[in-house]
């Protein structure tokens, strides 16, 4: 078997022109759907040591499973974050506020990658298009219309995910 030899971080930054408390607020809603992360709604107690689940409006998916590292309120957000999709080890997601003039500066930084994880290169995309959803929801109250189509194909294909994208067994 290969060593794992670890990959470069992807680290995402952008400017949104709300108040901190209302980013760290839409990234943190629980039982309810987020529009701008990929229109999933993601269930945990978001305390550090909870499972947290991103499951399709729905319910009948869950696309990204995870544990809450560290909370440090409307500072600092991190967590564990695998794709149920594939077997891969789990990697981190740290989410970072800080106000700026005009409003929040959100940092994202996805790491502990190594050679073993085949979703390093396919994530990075995924990662702006959902930043710039965030930006364009809170901004003026609407998603961009890419998104919106993907939402739609999402919804239509969603009965070809494999078996360890369903939900049922996945509760606690």
């Not at 003039?101 to 396919?122: F, I």
């Not at 494999?162 to 067994?169: D, K, L, N, T």
Request: glycine share 6%.
């Amino acid at each position: 078997m290969e060593t794992p030899v670890p990959l470069e971080d992807h680290v995402f930054s952008i400017d949104i022109n709300v108040p901190r408390r209302r980013v760290w607020d839409a990234i943190l809603k629980t039982g309810a759907i987020q529009r701008f992360m990929m229109n999933t709604v993601l269930e945990s107690t978001l305390e550090p040591g909870a499972r947290m689940l991103y499951y399709s409006p729905n319910r009948k998916y869950v696309f990204v499973v995870g544990e809450v590292l560290e909370v440090i309120p409307e500072r600092k957000f991190s967590h564990t974050y695998m794709f149920t999709t594939q077997s891969e080890a789990p990697s981190i997601v740290t989410w970072e506020f800080e106000d700026i003039p005009a409003g929040c500066r959100v940092t994202l930084t996805h790491s502990g990658w190594t050679t073993q994880v085949k979703t390093h290169k396919d994530v990075g995309g995924g990662w702006r298009m959902i930043l710039d959803a965030l930006k364009s929801e809170l901004e003026t109250g609407k998603i961009p219309l890419k998104m919106r189509l993907t939402y739609g194909l999402m919804g239509a294909t969603a009965f070809m995910l494999p078996r360890s994208a369903r939900a049922e067994g996945m509760e606690k």
